[in-house]
């Protein structure tokens, strides 16, 4: 039996990836007046008076909404909403398997940003976190912005800051390894679109200064004219050097290249070219911008794909269990910039100094220490800036 035969044998023999199973018997006349009517009043009335109880009395202090509308499918591209549940039912797997975390798919048809918000907005009651997924951009920006400002739970774009956390953890022990400082590194970022930006701003809150994007179009640059106003916000913070040009320029004398754009278009001269000890995280799936043997063979030191295949895999299953668990736990209003940096910070720390090497820069996304850990990092913030309020 092929691949693509198992798949579809593993989903039709399953009927979908995951269930609704009960928590409490419902097995005589006492359970059912307990569970539902008469008892259930009790807490519906306490939730009314109180509404912070519904995080004692209900299932909404451990699931998360998993939502798209299938505009941006893995590599698949705007398939729609019926076509990407498969995709959003392996995230509430994911969830389950790594945090413990209750996840349901909501796949929203329709391609109106507004529509789309007002729609999450009014079943937030339900949940305790919205994880916004496989959304194209520009509109994810929009989209995210607005159900931060009017959902009262967290809302995070995985697609976006799941990848920038993961990379920011791969590039601080990168440089630990190599003995850099990060404020004297060059970063070349290939693409530009919500994975990239979000990349751009966690490397900036790291400590990376110099850092220049590429797209399709070429450098991005300030006043480059066509800039969408996400991409311009952008490029007023990198690219200090004024380059203009295209993917080569930016990686010419470079400390780190990040590819977040498409298959094979970096050679190994583009790597030879780009400063000592070059580190090159070459994320395109399933074909990076440049495979890792061709890289070595450019001069590179440590290198790093989002392949399972390889060493150094830069997945997003690092970040948002985790994440999720420690602002659930804390009962965090909002994920923040700051968390999203502890986060990549304690990710990195599972590394230590003895075990840190070229191709171990990140630990393995089935390494258990991890969710515990970025849960960890991630309350620790939460609980801060709660008693700053």
Same mark, same amino acid.
């Given at each position: 039996?092929? %691949?693509?035969?198992?798949?579809?044998?593993?989903?039709?023999?399953?009927?979908?990836?995951?269930?609704? /199973?009960?928590?409490?018997?419902?097995?005589?006349?006492?359970?059912? @007046?307990?569970?539902?009517?008469?008892?259930?009043?009790?807490?519906?009335?306490?939730?009314?008076?109180?509404?912070?109880?519904?995080?004692?009395?209900?299932?909404?202090?451990?699931?998360?909404?998993?939502?798209?509308?299938?505009?941006?499918?893995?590599?698949?591209?705007?398939?729609?909403?019926?076509?990407?549940?498969?995709?959003?039912?392996?995230?509430?797997?994911?969830?389950?398997?790594?945090?413990?975390?209750?996840? =349901?798919?909501?796949?929203?048809?329709?391609?109106?940003?507004?529509?789309?918000?007002?729609?999450?907005?009014?079943?937030?009651?339900?949940?305790?976190?919205?994880?916004?997924?496989?959304?194209?951009?520009? #509109?994810?920006?929009?989209?995210? $912005? #607005?159900?931060?400002?009017?959902?009262? *739970?967290?809302?995070?774009?995985?697609?976006?800051?799941?990848?920038? *956390?993961?990379?920011?953890?791969?590039?601080?022990?990168?440089?630990?390894?190599?003995?850099?400082?990060? @404020?004297?590194? $060059?970063?070349?970022? @290939?693409?530009?679109?919500?994975? +990239?930006?979000?990349?751009? $701003?966690?490397? =900036? +809150?790291?400590? %990376?200064?110099?850092?220049?994007?590429?797209?399709?179009?070429?450098?991005?640059?300030?006043?480059?004219?066509?800039?969408?106003?996400?991409?311009?916000?952008?490029?007023?913070?990198?690219?200090?050097?004024?380059?203009?040009?295209?993917?080569?320029?930016?990686?010419?004398? &470079?400390?780190? %290249?990040?590819?977040?754009?498409?298959?094979?278009?970096?050679?190994?001269?583009?790597?030879? $070219?780009?400063?000592?000890?070059?580190?090159?995280?070459?994320?395109? /799936?399933?074909?990076?911008?440049?495979?890792?043997?061709?890289?070595?063979?450019?001069? &590179?030191?440590?290198?790093?794909?989002?392949?399972?295949?390889?060493? /150094?895999?830069? /997945?997003?299953?690092? +970040?948002?269990?985790?994440? %999720?668990?420690?602002?659930?736990? +804390?009962?965090?209003? &909002?994920?923040?910039?700051?968390?999203?940096?502890?986060?990549?910070?304690?990710?990195?720390?599972?590394?230590?100094?003895?075990?840190?090497?070229?191709?171990?820069?990140?630990?393995?996304?089935?390494?258990?220490?991890?969710?515990?850990?970025?849960?960890?990092?991630?309350?620790?913030?939460?609980?801060?800036?709660?008693?700053? #309020?």
């Amino acid at each position: 039996m092929d %691949f693509e035969e198992k798949v579809r044998l593993l989903h039709r023999r399953h009927g979908g990836k995951i269930e609704v /199973n009960t928590k409490v018997p419902v097995e005589s006349r006492e359970d059912l @007046s307990l569970a539902y009517t008469p008892g259930v009043a009790i807490p519906c009335l306490d939730i009314m008076r109180r509404p912070d109880a519904i995080y004692d009395y209900t299932s909404k202090s451990n699931l998360v909404a998993v939502v798209t509308n299938g505009t941006a499918v893995l590599g698949l591209g705007d398939i729609g909403a019926d076509a990407s549940l498969p995709v959003m039912e392996g995230k509430c797997i994911l969830f389950k398997r790594f945090a413990g975390i209750d996840a =349901f798919p909501i796949c929203v048809d329709t391609k109106d940003p507004d529509l789309f918000i007002d729609t999450v907005c009014r079943i937030q009651s339900s949940f305790g976190g919205i994880n916004l997924e496989d959304i194209k951009a520009p #509109e994810c920006f929009y989209i995210e $912005r #607005e159900l931060k400002r009017r959902c009262n *739970i967290p809302v995070f774009h995985d697609d976006q800051h799941g990848t920038a *956390i993961v990379v920011a953890a791969a590039a601080i022990n990168a440089f630990r390894l190599l003995k850099k400082e990060p @404020s004297e590194a $060059r970063v070349a970022v @290939s693409g530009a679109g919500a994975a +990239a930006q979000s990349v751009v $701003r966690l490397l =900036f +809150a790291a400590g %990376f200064r110099e850092i220049s994007m590429c797209d399709i179009e070429g450098v991005v640059y300030e006043g480059r004219p066509g800039l969408n106003p996400a991409l311009a916000e952008i490029a007023a913070l990198t690219n200090r050097g004024g380059i203009h040009g295209g993917l080569a320029d930016i990686m010419e004398g &470079a400390d780190l %290249f990040v590819g977040l754009s498409a298959p094979g278009i970096v050679s190994s001269d583009m790597i030879r $070219r780009m400063n000592r000890d070059p580190v090159v995280f070459a994320m395109a /799936n399933p074909t990076p911008e440049i495979m890792p043997e061709e890289a070595k063979a450019g001069g &590179a030191r440590i290198i790093g794909t989002g392949r399972s295949d390889y060493p /150094n895999q830069i /997945n997003n299953v690092l +970040a948002f269990p985790g994440i %999720f668990r420690g602002a659930l736990d +804390a009962r965090a209003p &909002a994920i923040t910039e700051e968390m999203k940096l502890a986060a990549a910070k304690g990710i990195a720390a599972l590394v230590d100094d003895g075990e840190l090497r070229e191709e171990y820069i990140i630990p393995d996304v089935f390494d258990s220490r991890v969710c515990a850990t970025v849960a960890r990092y991630v309350s620790e913030i939460a609980a801060k800036n709660a008693t700053c #309020e």
